[in-house]
């Protein structure tokens, strides 16, 4: 049953980037919404840009060591919403709430799926761009312990700071975004958290809306003492269908460092993201 459902699913994905291949055919666009479509798909390369977003992105990895052959799909909504605190500020937060199916671990109370715990992060930015163009934004950073099953989550309150720097010149966007969070409360059974999280970013948007780019999501567990670093590149394609403005994306993702037993080789994930320009 386990096999014939990992089938299905890896039907989807390919499937999924099929579908996504399609779409990064370039569309029509009236020629009077061009300049703001290509602008758009440079603010969504930008992670506190004052635009309302809500990426929809599935993750699926596949474990080593141990968990060889187990698998997780992660199904992350991540609603992205500025609100303005005056002529000069905004604070732009940033949300992640994970959807989390595990399967095919040796051990069967860790084959759950439900809602993990949401990580959610407030970036207090300047409406205008620093010296050299720097844009920046800081803040705090909260982790939830919303888990629905003891192995999907961590059990604990999580808080530390936030930071994003970038820069956009031209086609190029490159920038930082960086955390760590802190356990401060929450099951005293559980293991404390003290974790860095670090996401450097660059990439190229075209003139036909596509963007191009490379991130890691790195992050450093320092009580484990145990670095988990994907590389992922991505395509991702602005496109429109009605009134609605989307933009649908395909990544590899290799893991080129993982804890014991953690995830390994290649992963997949595909993003559609929504998109509200005011």
Known sequence: MKTVWRKKTISCVLMIILATMVMVVPLSWAQEEKDNVEELAKKLANPIAALISVPVQYNYDEYGGVADGASVNRLNIQ??????LSEEWL?????????????????????????????ASQFFSPRTSGPFGLIWGVGPVELLPTASEDVLGTEKWGLGPTVVALKQEGPWTIGFLGNHIWSVGGDDDRADINATYMQPFVSYTTKTKTTIGLVTESTYDWNAKQWSVPVIPAVQQMFKIGPQIMQLGVFGKYWAESPDNGPEGWGVRVQLTFVFPK
Do not use: C, K, Y
């Open 79 to 84: 609603p992205v919403i500025p609100f303005s």
């Open 91 to 119: 604070v732009i937060t940033r949300t992640i709430v994970p959807l989390v199916d595990q399967n095919d671990f040796p051990l069967d109370a860790m084959n759950e799926s439900g809602l993990g715990d949401i990580t």
